[in-house]
C-alpha cells in the first residue's frame, strides 16, 4: 500500500513540474512578443530638400537649368485689392525663372506691398512677418546680375526687380522683390538701372487702388496690403 501511495505522489510531482515548465516557456514567449511590437525605429533624418539652398554662385546655372523645364509666363496675383495678371518676358529668361521659381514655392503668399507712392510704383513681396524670413532662409540668399539691354522701358504697367539695398555698384537685383510702374507715361529715368521682365495685362486699375493709399513718411501704408496669392495661369 505505501508503495502505491509513494507512486501516486511521485507521478503528482511530475505532472506538477511538467505544467510549470509550459507556463515558464509560454510565459517567456510571451515577453518575446511584447518586446518586438514595442521595438520602434526613430530617425533624425530631415526629409530630402526639392531644390538645393541657393546662394549667388549658384543661382545663374540653377535658373539656367530651370529655364528649360518651367517655361510659364503668365501668373495672378490675388491681393487685398483685386487680382493682378502678369506676362513674364522670356527675354529675361533668369529674372522669369526666378518669378516662376518663387511662384511655385509659394514665396509670394502673405508678403506685403511695402513701398508705395502714388503715380510712380508699387513695390512688393517684402514683409515684417517672421514667416517672411524664415522663407527667404529656406530657399537661400542670393542675388541676379542686372538685364537692362532688352529693349524694354519702364513704361506704365512693367513690372521691375529693384536692386539690393547692400553696397551694389552692378546694381544687382533683389530677387524676392519686385516693383510695378504706375506713372502716367513711365518712369523712363530709371531704364538702364532696373531689370524688367514683365508687365501687366490686367488689373492696372487695381495697382492704381493700391498705389492711392495714405502712406507712413517712409511709404509704408498706413494698412497692411497683402499679396495673397500668386499662381501660375495658362
Keep these: 500500500m505505501r508503495i502505491v501511495l509513494l507512486l501516486c505522489f511521485f507521478f503528482l510531482f ?35 530638400r ?29 491681393t487685398d485689392f483685386g487680382t493682378i495678371d502678369i506676362l513674364l518676358y522670356n527675354e529675361t529668361k533668369f529674372h522669369r525663372s526666378n518669378f516662376i521659381f518663387l511662384t511655385k514655392q509659394k514665396y509670394f503668399n502673405d508678403t506685403q506691398f511695402y513701398r508705395v507712392i502714388d503715380n510712380f510704383i508699387v513695390q512688393a513681396g ?36 529693384p536692386s539690393s539695398d547692400i553696397d551694389n555698384p552692378h546694381k544687382l537685383a533683389s530677387p524676392f522683390e519686385f516693383f510695378i510702374v504706375c506713372q502716367k507715361g513711365g518712369a523712363h529715368f ?7 521682365f514683365g508687365r501687366v495685362i490686367r488689373g492696372m486699375d487695381v495697382v492704381d487702388k493700391i498705389a492711392a493709399v495714405e502712406t507712413e513718411e517712409g511709404d509704408w501704408p498706413l494698412v497692411n496690403i497683402f499679396i495673397r496669392n500668386v499662381e501660375i495661369i495658362e
Design 14 to 48: 511530475l505532472n506538477c513540474e511538467d505544467k510549470q515548465s509550459k507556463k515558464k516557456t509560454i510565459s517567456d514567449s510571451e515577453v518575446q512578443k511584447s518586446t518586438k511590437k514595442e521595438t520602434i525605429t526613430y530617425s533624425n533624418e530631415e526629409p530630402e
Design 50 to 78: 526639392e531644390f538645393p539652398k541657393l546662394n549667388s554662385k549658384s543661382a545663374m546655372d540653377f535658373f539656367l537649368e530651370y529655364d528649360k523645364h518651367h517655361k510659364e509666363n503668365k501668373v495672378r496675383m490675388t
Design 126 to 161: 517684402n514683409s515684417d512677418d517672421k514667416k517672411t524670413a524664415r522663407k527667404r532662409a529656406h530657399i537661400g540668399k542670393y542675388l541676379l546680375p542686372a538685364d537692362t539691354k532688352r529693349g524694354f522701358k519702364h513704361d506704365r504697367g512693367v513690372i521691375s526687380m
Design 190 to 196: 530709371l531704364d538702364g538701372d532696373y531689370t524688367i
